[in-house]
């Protein structure tokens, strides 16, 4: 199959080309030429996720460089089974997606598109991939290419605006991956890598990739985890999922969109924002106005202009229509720490500041008359977030062993302007 642009102007390409360029060449974002569609029957003999996967992956590949890898890519990058649990009661769920190698749900798209790029025909000169991060991109993107041969990462993340343990994950690998601590937002790192894999003239010197949420070969994988979680309760309840998911770049939920319009038993997509409130304002009936992005408790998702949310007007371009096909909703820090002593002390979880904005989300949804059964998705571990969340459930909360091997490595990050000239200096100089 061909992707596209989303802007019209860039040839139609295959998906390991779109995978490899990460950006399309006008600028837009890649997007399928067509969704192929699917039943709930149509998976009846896939249990295990990575065999959702392979199934709704496929079409995409088709006759693409590497279809004969993709089973291959997808037992790789979806070895770990996110549970669906029961969350309290009235058919509140909890999707975990956080038990991978650094404990947020980036780590199966970071996971596919690694083993995608590892298993594309090698140039001569390594590829640097180029990922801006407001936390666990970075982590997820470092961990899946960490001494893959061929290939570095230059990992960029806003200086002092990560939690402690976000910011020691980043500049623990060495090695082919080095972390920069830009002084600027996160905003300002996305628009560097942007900049940077827009320069035709650099690419030529340094052959460039994106690992960010814009990366077809981060987005496509995504759909896989929401569509294994809807079929499983289709099989055992006959009744849609519906998905509150914390969002910032909207890749998250962008993946869940996919996937619901490709047949998935996808009921209601709610968004739920921190105080970056960008998407709620456009979804309660105002423009789309990208704002500088707020610090928050749940920083992973302060985002003040979201990637892709190009990709969604493009599935959607009156936006009448988009408004039907999602809601938003906003959470502020004060709710968010609410939310997190509540959850534990009703129903003994502990859960992380990006799950507890879902958590409330839906707790707004389920008082305003909701019914059926909703699934909030936890995209990140608590133990990522020690000095926000410990002393609101009052005890400490061990880290997975994959995180805690981490912490015990040391970190180091290189301080680097908000500057596209001082990125290329740094990338291009030392080959
Ligand atoms: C990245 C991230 C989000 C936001 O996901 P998007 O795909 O950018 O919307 C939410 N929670 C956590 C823990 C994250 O790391």
Known sequence: MLMLSTRGNAPQVSISTAIAAGLAPDGGLYMPATLPQFSPQDFADD?????????????????????????????????????????????????????????????????????????????????TIVVATSGDTGAAVGAAFHNKPNVRVAILYPDGRVAPRQAHQLGCFGDNVRAFRVDGSFDDCQALVKALLSDATFKQEVPLGSANSISLGRLLPQMAYYAHAALGHWRSTGTLLNFVVPTGNLGN????????????????????????????????GGDYTPQPSLSTLANAMDVGAPNNFE????????????????????????????????????????????????????????????????????????????????????HTIAPPPALAAMLARPSTAQPLANDVAALRKTLGNDG
Request: one cysteine or more; aromatic letters at 8%; charged letters at 20%.
């Open 47 to 127: 249990t295990h996720l990575v065999q959702v996967a392979q199934r709704l992956l496929r079409p995409f590949f088709a006759g693409d460089v590497l279809a004969a890898q993709l089973d291959a890519i997808c037992a790789a990058a979806f070895a770990v089974e996110p549970p669906l649990r029961r969350f309290g009661d009235h058919g509140d769920y909890i999707l975990e997606l956080f038990h991978g190698a650094t404990a947020a749900f980036k780590d199966y798209g970071a996971g596919f598109l690694a083993a995608a790029l590892s298993a594309l025909p090698q140039g001569e000169k390594p590829l």
């Open 253 to 284: 939920a962008t993946a869940c969109v996919l996937a619901r319009h490709m047949g998935l038993p996808i009921g209601d997509i709610v968004l739920a924002n921190n105080a970056n409130d960008v998407l709620t304002k456009f979804f309660a």
């Open 311 to 394: 990709r969604l007007q493009y599935l959607y371009p009156d936006p009448a229509e988009l408004r039907r096909a999602l809601r938003a909703d906003t959470v502020n820090d004060a709710e968010i720490r609410t939310t997190i002593v509540q959850a534990h002390a009703h129903h003994h979880e502990t859960i992380c500041p990006h799950t507890a904005c879902a958590v409330r989300v839906l707790q707004r949804l389920r008082s305003a008359g909701s019914t059926g059964d909703w699934a909030v998705v936890a995209t990140a571990h608590p133990a990522k977030f020690p000095e926000v969340v410990e002393p609101l459930v009052q």
